[in-house]
Every structure is written in structure tokens, then in C-alpha cells.
């Protein structure tokens, strides 16, 4: 189903309009009563203006800290829809009490109701994003986050804007409650239309222990270590966007001397950017989680941070322009632009990493997976904030040169990241192989199992036969590759990524070849997708070799189904021995080349002349 047919969907377009809603909400009441207590109600309470400003920031972020643990063990073992209701009933029973609060002017019990939004947000948190794998197929998991983090980070813009709008309006206390109370009902009607979608069987009851739950959630993370990183980078990105948030008043004031209307362009720029960056991400990515464009995310965050420093203009002084003066200056549409580019390589970078936590943690672990991301994304904020008074205050560095530091650790961070889980790279390289050299076509790849062992089988007509396979498949898949292909210069990073088994003849090498045969039934055995190319060797005519017995020998050690593949119009490609020789450009760029699969073959009727057959009839006249 495409983007555009899921956000109509029955199944999805009320959890979107629930949690948009939520997120516009929680920003008027946040920038609204931030702004009243900046200005207003300066003198009404019993302290400065900073310490007040702090104080708010603190009472709604710490929740996340205190409370999302308990929130993720409470979403695995309740409905989750049923849970959605109930917060959004808490939402609108505080939504009320702030509306009071704000016309009796009692600012001192709206900082209270800030900390209470704050623990009714950081509960959602963990059900927001794991009901999400229980609405939608896996082929749609993609589009879903995408649709979630554009509508999230523009509810927030227009929440921001329209807290800041209400302010200044005669009687701002009466119709800011107004509003917070009429989008906290309207996100409750919504709620009522999400489908329900009942308890998760093997989740545990729920019970309230804080500490003992975070650190429970905190050891489940890091069990994994692809998805105990991938919360990492996702509180990175939390922390170099609050970084860059943080920083734009008095980057505005100071550096770019521009008043608020400026402050809104550049937070418009970058918001915008998010929301573009998370439907363009769902368009490159098709209908699978592509994690090759986190590192394509990650490279684009810091080239767009370079390019902001570089076209920031030195600290000034003067009387501050709006924001038609500031377009006006040779320097102001290119800020703009940097900002708005830093926040599609961040959608870019963001939307996979959510969707490959709702796909690979366990079901009944699933919300407490995205509470441990919550604690850690609100650490990471922290974080931000500490940095932002070591580099600017401590050090008293220029907020521009602090947004080229941004940049740079971004880069080293994303590189430990990569090193850690080289399975971000190696779908990078696979990315650009399949969408830059080639134009890959793919046909009945449904017969491949969702889930659970199989053995594919494939003609071998390049040294890239693996990779565009890999980029293919929407499931991993481990590869039995000839040993001399598997020690290629650079190819073999990639393929020890992908946790390749190397094999040759027994003559050869009995233990490479006993421990391949190993390999594969261990893999297979866990529950995983293994490829082989039974011709052992690459085409020199581009007709294919006959194929070997090794698949008879897999099956009788692991009889799983066989899924006959078959590649075309890879024959005198770049990588292909046609002509002058592989390795040698032949004249040919992005090549039209298909990769097309057959019914499932039972592994009692298997046999390497039958699948040759099949392989075969599957690849035709396409050499």
C-alpha cells in the first residue's frame, strides 16, 4: 500500500490525527505558558525570569526520565488502543484544569499541570510508536513512521506558532484554554476510531516499579546490540535537534540580528525540512525498512551543518531586522535553506531507525524497547543543554563555530555507529549499487516466506550477484559464496558485514568446506533466509553452469522449502566476464537487470537438476 493510501486508511488515519493532535496540543500549552511566564507573569512569582524559564523546561522533560519505563511495561501488557483512550481522557481532564488555571492566572498551578502534560506525554511516548507494528503490514511500517514523524514535527511547528499567536491576543488566557481544551477533545474523538488491537499474549502484567523497571528496560535494550545503537543514534538525533533548537533565539539575535520573526523562519526551515525528509524517505525506501539511508541521513546532517557554519555571517550589532530584511541579505535565504536540509537528512535518517526498532524488537517487548529510547532521548536533551553552557558559556565559543563542532561530532558518532553495526553500511552500499548502477526490477518475490528458514537458489552471473539480491530481498539473507570471491579487496568488508559463509571444493579444503555446510544449517536452523548459487561458479559465456549436488546435502541436513531465484540482463554488465573481461567498463550504465522468483519447491521434492530447470525457465532469453 502506498503512502498515500495508508494515511486514508481506517486502520491508521485516526492514530495519526490522535497523535498529531496530541503533539499540537502539548505545544500550544508549553510555548503558551512559557511565553506568559517570560512576559506576563514575570512579577508574579517568587523568582527571575531565567530560573522560571529553566524550572518549565525541566518540570516536562523530566517525566520522561522518571516515568517512560513504567509506561513501556504498561503499554506490553495492556490494549494498547484501550490505553491510547485513556490518556487521551487524562489529556483532556488536564487540558481543562490548565484552562481554568490560565483565566484565574495561577501560574504556580500551571507549572504543576506542565510537569503532569509532561507525564501524560512520556506514557504515549512508548504506545505511540508500538501499537504502530500492530496497525500496519511490514511493508507499510515504513510509510507509517513517516507519516508519524512529518505529522509530529509539524504539529509542533504549528503548536509552537500557535502558542506564540495566542499569546498576544486580548483575553490570551481565555482563548488558549479554549483552544488546549477543544484539540484535547478533538484528539479524543479520534481516539475513539483507532481499531483495537487486543493485548500482546506474551506480555507481562503490569506493575508500578520505576527503577526496577528502567533498569530491566534499559538490560532488554542492550541485549541487542543493532537495536541498543540504534536508540543511540536516535537520541543523538534528539540531541544535535535540540541542540540546534536551543540555539536559534539567540543565534538569531546575536549572529544573524534578526528579531522573531526570524526565530519562526528558521524553526519553519527546520521543521519543514523534518517533514519533507520523512515522506522523501518513504520514497526512496519503497515499501521496506532501507536502513542504507540512515548513513546517507547521517552524511547529509553534517554536510548541511558545514554549510550552515560556512555561510553564517560574523556577530553584529544594530538594530534587528524582520524577516523580509533578513531575506534581504546575501546570507539569508542560504541559512534558511541549510536548516531546512539539515531537517530532511535528519527525516531521512530518523524514520528507518524507528521503523527497524518496531520490526526486530520482540512483540511483547516492543513498548518497552521505545520507552528505553524515550529515557535515552531525554538524556541525550539534556545532554544537548549541557553542552550548549560548556562550549558557549565555558569556553565562550561563537554560536557558529559551536554549530561546526555539531556537525563534526555527528560525523565521528555516525562513524563509531557504522563500525559497531556494519550492517548500515553494507545496506548503503547496496543501496547506491542497486539504484545508481543498476535499475533493478523484481518480480514474485512474495513467494519468498515473510518468516521462518528457506534456501534460495540463483544463477551466478556477477561479482555483485550477492549484493543486488541483498538489496532486493526485504529479508536478510546469508549468502554461500566460492571462497576466492569472498576474499575480494574491499567487497570482503561487505560481505563479512553481511555475515557471508565462504566455501570451496572439498578437495581443496575439507574444513572450510564441512564448517560452510555447518554454517548454513546453524543459520537455517535459527530461523534465517540462505542464498546459494549451486553452478559454484561465475557464467564465462553467460549461459549457465549445471548445478552442483551441495543443495542435496543442505536439505538433507535441514529440509526447509527452496525458492528458485532467477537473475537477468546482468550479462555484460560492468561486474559480468562478458566480453573484455569483469571489471571493465563495457559501455553499459545503469543497466536494466531483473531478479525474479518461483514457487517454492518442498524439500522432498528438491534436487539440484529439477531447480536447474526452474532457474532456468525463470531467467528465459535474459542472460
Same mark, same amino acid.
Given at each position: 500500500?502506498?503512502a498515500?493510501?495508508?494515511?486514508?486508511?481506517?486502520?491508521?488515519l485516526p492514530?495519526?490525527l490522535?497523535q498529531?493532535s496530541?503533539a499540537?496540543?502539548d505545544?500550544?500549552? &508549553?510555548?503558551?505558558?512559557?511565553?506568559?511566564?517570560?512576559?506576563?507573569a514575570?512579577s508574579a512569582?517568587?523568582?527571575?525570569?531565567?530560573?522560571t524559564?529553566n524550572?518549565a523546561a525541566?518540570l516536562?522533560?523530566?517525566?520522561?526520565?522518571?516515568?517512560?519505563?513504567t509506561?513501556?511495561?504498561l503499554a506490553d501488557?495492556v490494549?494498547?488502543?484501550?490505553?491510547?483512550?485513556?490518556?487521551?481522557?487524562?489529556?483532556m481532564?488536564?487540558?481543562?484544569?490548565?484552562a481554568?488555571?490560565?483565566y484565574?492566572?495561577l501560574?504556580i498551578?500551571?507549572?504543576g499541570l506542565?510537569f503532569?502534560?509532561?507525564?501524560?506525554?512520556a506514557?504515549f511516548?512508548?504506545?505511540?510508536?508500538?501499537?504502530?507494528?500492530?496497525?500496519?503490514?511490514? +511493508?507499510?511500517?515504513?510509510a507509517?513512521?513517516?507519516?508519524v514523524?512529518?505529522?509530529t514535527f509539524?504539529a509542533?511547528?504549528l503548536?509552537?506558532?500557535?502558542?506564540?499567536l495566542l499569546?498576544?491576543?486580548e483575553?490570551?488566557a481565555?482563548?488558549?484554554?479554549?483552544?488546549?481544551?477543544?484539540?484535547?477533545?478533538?484528539?479524543?474523538?479520534a481516539s475513539?476510531?483507532?481499531?483495537f488491537?487486543?493485548k500482546?499474549?506474551?506480555a507481562?502484567?503490569?506493575?508500578?516499579?520505576p527503577?526496577?523497571?528502567?533498569?530491566?528496560?534499559?538490560?532488554?535494550s542492550?541485549a541487542?546490540?543493532?537495536l541498543y545503537?540504534?536508540?543511540?543514534?536516535?537520541s543523538?538525533f534528539?540531541?544535535?535537534g535540540?541542540?540546534?533548537?536551543t540555539?536559534?533565539?539567540?543565534?538569531? &539575535?546575536?549572529?544573524?540580528?534578526g528579531?522573531?520573526t526570524?526565530v519562526?523562519?528558521?524553526?519553519?526551515?527546520?521543521?519543514?525540512?523534518v517533514a519533507v525528509?520523512?515522506?522523501?524517505c518513504e520514497?526512496l525506501?519503497?515499501?521496506?525498512?532501507?536502513?542504507?539511508l540512515v548513513?546517507m541521513?547521517?552524511?547529509?546532517i553534517?554536510?548541511?551543518?558545514?554549510?550552515l557554519y560556512?555561510?553564517?555571517?560574523?556577530?553584529?550589532v544594530?538594530e534587528?531586522?524582520?524577516i523580509?530584511?533578513f531575506?534581504?541579505q546575501?546570507?539569508?535565504m542560504a541559512v534558511?535553506?541549510c536548516?531546512?536540509?539539515?531537517?530532511?537528512?535528519?527525516?531521512?535518517?530518523?524514520v528507518?531507525l524507528y521503523?527497524?526498532l518496531?520490526?526486530r524488537?520482540?512483540p511483547?517487548?516492543?513498548?518497552r524497547i521505545?520507552a528505553?529510547?524515550?529515557?535515552?532521548n531525554a538524556?541525550?536533551m539534556?545532554g544537548?543543554a549541557?553542552?550548549g553552557?560548556v562550549?558557549?558559556s565555558v569556553?565562550?565559543?561563537?554560536?557558529s563555530?559551536?554549530?561546526?563542532?555539531?556537525?563534526?561530532m555527528?560525523l565521528v558518532v555516525?562513524?563509531y555507529?557504522?563500525?559497531?553495526?556494519p550492517?548500515?553500511?553494507?545496506r548503503f552500499?547496496?543501496?547506491?549499487?542497486?539504484?545508481a548502477m543498476y535499475?533493478v526490477?523484481?518480480?514474485?518475490l512474495?513467494?519468498?516466506p515473510e518468516?521462518g528458514p528457506a534456501v534460495?537458489v540463483?544463477n551466478?552471473?556477477?561479482?555483485? +550477484?550477492?549484493l543486488l539480491i541483498a538489496?532486493t530481498c526485504?529479508r536478510?539473507v546469508?549468502?554461500?559464496?566460492?571462497r576466492?570471491?569472498?576474499?575480494?579487496p574491499?567487497?570482503n568488508?561487505l560481505?563479512r558485514a553481511?555475515?557471508?559463509?565462504?566455501?570451496c571444493?572439498k578437495?581443496?579444503?575439507?574444513?572450510?568446506?564441512?564448517?560452510?555446510?555447518?554454517?548454513?544449517a546453524?543459520?537455517l536452523?535459527e530461523?534465517?533466509?540462505v542464498?546459494?548459487?549451486?553452478?559454484?561458479?561465475?557464467?564465462?559465456n553467460g549461459?549457465?553452469?549445471?548445478?552442483?549436488p551441495?543443495i542435496?546435502?543442505?536439505?538433507s541436513?535441514?529440509p526447509?522449502?527452496?525458492?528458485?531465484?532467477?537473475l537477468?540482463?546482468?550479462?555484460?554488465?560492468f561486474?559480468s566476464?562478458?566480453?573484455?573481461?569483469?571489471m571493465?567498463f563495457k559501455g553499459?550504465f545503469r543497466?536494466r537487470?531483473?531478479l525474479?522468483a518461483?514457487?517454492?519447491v518442498?524439500?522432498e521434492m528438491a534436487?539440484?537438476e529439477?531447480?536447474?530447470?526452474r532457474?532456468?525457465?525463470?531467467r528465459?532469453?535474459?542472460?
Open positions: 500500500m502506498t498515500g493510501k495508508i494515511i486514508v486508511s481506517r486502520r491508521f492514530f495519526f490522535t498529531a496530541g499540537f496540543n505545544n500550544v500549552f &508549553k510555548n503558551s505558558l512559557m511565553l506568559l511566564l517570560a512576559f506576563s514575570a512569582l517568587p523568582w527571575d525570569t531565567s530560573f524559564m524550572l525541566g516536562f522533560i523530566l517525566p520522561f526520565l522518571l516515568f517512560s519505563a509506561a513501556g511495561s501488557g490494549c494498547k488502543t484501550r490505553l491510547i483512550r485513556a490518556l487521551k481522557i487524562t489529556e481532564i488536564l487540558m481543562a484544569l490548565a481554568l488555571a490560565f484565574f492566572h501560574y498551578i500551571l507549572l506542565l503532569l502534560m509532561g507525564t501524560q506525554s506514557f511516548g512508548p504506545v505511540k510508536y508500538a501499537v504502530i507494528p500492530q496497525l500496519l503490514k511490514d +511493508d507499510e511500517l515504513l507509517g513512521n513517516a507519516w514523524e512529518m505529522g509539524l509542533i511547528l503548536g509552537t506558532i500557535a502558542g506564540g499569546v498576544g491576543f483575553n490570551a481565555l482563548w488558549t484554554g479554549v483552544m488546549i481544551v477543544l484539540f484535547s477533545f478533538l484528539g479524543y474523538l475513539r476510531m483507532i481499531p488491537v487486543g500482546v499474549g506474551a507481562s502484567s503490569f506493575s508500578f516499579a527503577w526496577s523497571q528502567t533498569l530491566a528496560i534499559v538490560r532488554i542492550y541487542n546490540r543493532t545503537l540504534s536508540i543511540m543514534a536516535i543523538w534528539w540531541f544535535l535540540a541542540s540546534y533548537l540555539q536559534f533565539p539567540n543565534f538569531t &539575535k546575536s549572529v544573524l540580528m528579531d522573531n526570524v519562526t523562519a528558521l524553526l519553519v526551515a527546520f521543521s519543514v525540512g525528509g520523512s515522506m522523501l520514497r525506501s519503497g515499501d521496506r525498512v532501507e536502513l542504507g548513513p541521513g547521517s552524511m547529509g553534517s554536510l548541511a551543518g558545514l554549510a560556512s555561510v553564517s555571517p560574523e556577530p553584529g544594530g534587528l531586522m524582520n523580509g530584511a531575506l534581504a546575501p546570507h539569508g534558511l535553506i536548516l531546512g536540509l539539515i531537517g530532511v537528512a535528519g527525516g531521512i535518517f530518523i528507518p521503523a527497524l518496531q520490526k524488537a520482540e511483547g517487548q516492543r513498548a521505545i528505553a529510547n524515550n529515557i535515552f538524556l541525550f539534556v544537548s549541557l553542552a553552557i562550549f558557549l569556553f565562550e565559543l561563537a554560536i563555530h559551536y554549530f561546526l563542532i555539531l556537525a563534526i555527528n555516525a562513524l555507529v557504522y563500525i559497531q553495526v550492517e548500515f553500511l553494507l552500499v547496496v543501496y547506491l549499487l542497486t539504484r535499475r526490477r523484481s518480480e514474485n512474495h513467494h519468498i518468516e534460495l540463483a551466478h552471473v556477477s561479482y555483485v +550477484d550477492a538489496g526485504r536478510p546469508r549468502f554461500v559464496m566460492e576466492a570471491i569472498y576474499r575480494l574491499v567487497l568488508a560481505f553481511a555475515k557471508t559463509i565462504p566455501i571444493s578437495k581443496e579444503d575439507p574444513l572450510i568446506f564441512e564448517r560452510a555446510f555447518d554454517s548454513v546453524s543459520e536452523s530461523g534465517n533466509l542464498c546459494i548459487f549451486p553452478e559454484g561458479r561465475l557464467t564465462k549461459e549457465m553452469n549445471p548445478f552442483r551441495g542435496e546435502h543442505i536439505l541436513r535441514s526447509v522449502p527452496v525458492v528458485p531465484m532467477a537477468q540482463g546482468l550479462w555484460g554488465s561486474f566476464h562478458e566480453g573484455k573481461g569483469a571493465k553499459r543497466s537487470v531483473g525474479v518461483g514457487e517454492a518442498a524439500p534436487s539440484a529439477l531447480l536447474e530447470q532457474v532456468k525457465a525463470l528465459g532469453d535474459f542472460a
